[in-house]
């Protein structure tokens, strides 16, 4: 039987919407949680922006409250609910249930792009067909960023085995018990940057000590 890794991703988040925000209190990521937050506003401002995968509206939510319009879009309607109860302005926000890797809802009108959490749950063979789709969803010269998490040994849940292709995977364990077994990569600085390739601009990627961020202009 193949194994539909995106399904199994898909469903995971949905199971575990309700507990997910949890993330975000881990005492020994504070800090650098507090330096995304800066980092997302000061980049963000005034712009409109796409945000792919928003999950439970976290960061949408910080983006929002200095963005001049933000469009967040995930697949599971059971987290957009969470997000949507976040009370955003509703001339602020507007939330779009649909598949990154079709984005068939969306326009092309975005002066940035904005997806957190979410690079580390595509494999490697789909890396580069997912970004340029959302680049395509772009304006000429848009921002983008992407924030993600750094492997830290003793913090990350351990890396369960890693398939032929390199990817790697974590059993992960709801409050209830259920298990899954999700696909989640750690790319270096220089895979992030092969994978963006050289026809951006401004490209920074910066490593904090439990995240990376990277942004960059498109063409
Ligand atoms: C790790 S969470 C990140 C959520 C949010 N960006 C954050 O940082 O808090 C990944 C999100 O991707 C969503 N997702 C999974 N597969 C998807 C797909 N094919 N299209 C759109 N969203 C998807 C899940 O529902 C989940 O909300």
């Keep these: 039987m193949v194994r539909k890794i995106d399904k199994d991703i898909k469903q995971y988040y949905a199971d575990r919407a309700y507990e997910y925000n949890k993330t975000y209190l881990r005492p020994e990521r504070q800090k650098d949680i507090k330096k995304l937050h800066k980092l997302l506003t000061t980049l963000l401002k005034g712009h409109l922006v796409l945000e792919v995968a928003c999950g439970t509206g976290y960061w949408t939510k910080t983006i929002a409250s200095v963005s001049k319009f933000i469009t967040a879009v995930d697949v599971n309607d059971e987290v957009l609910q969470i997000a949507k109860s976040r009370r955003i302005p509703s001339d602020k926000v507007i939330y779009v249930q649909d598949d990154v890797y079709k984005l068939n809802k969306i326009q092309n009108n975005f002066s940035a792009g904005f997806a957190g959490f979410w690079w580390s749950h595509i494999l ?10 959302f680049h395509s969803k772009l304006q ?8 993600d998490n750094r492997r830290v040994k003793g913090s990350s849940t351990p890396i369960s085995r890693i398939d032929i292709h390199g ?14 077994e999700i696909l989640k990569n750690f790319p270096t600085k220089k895979e992030i940057r092969e994978t963006i390739g050289n026809k951006v601009k401004n490209l920074k990627i910066k490593f904090l000590t439990y ?9």
């Design 124 to 133: 490697k063979s789909k890396l580069k067909r997912f970004i340029a789709l």
């Design 140 to 147: 000429p010269n848009a921002l983008v960023i992407f924030i």
């Design 167 to 180: 990817n790697s995977y974590q059993i992960r364990k709801l409050e209830d018990g259920r298990e899954y």
């Design 211 to 219: 995240f990376w961020i990277v942004s960059y202009n498109i063409e």
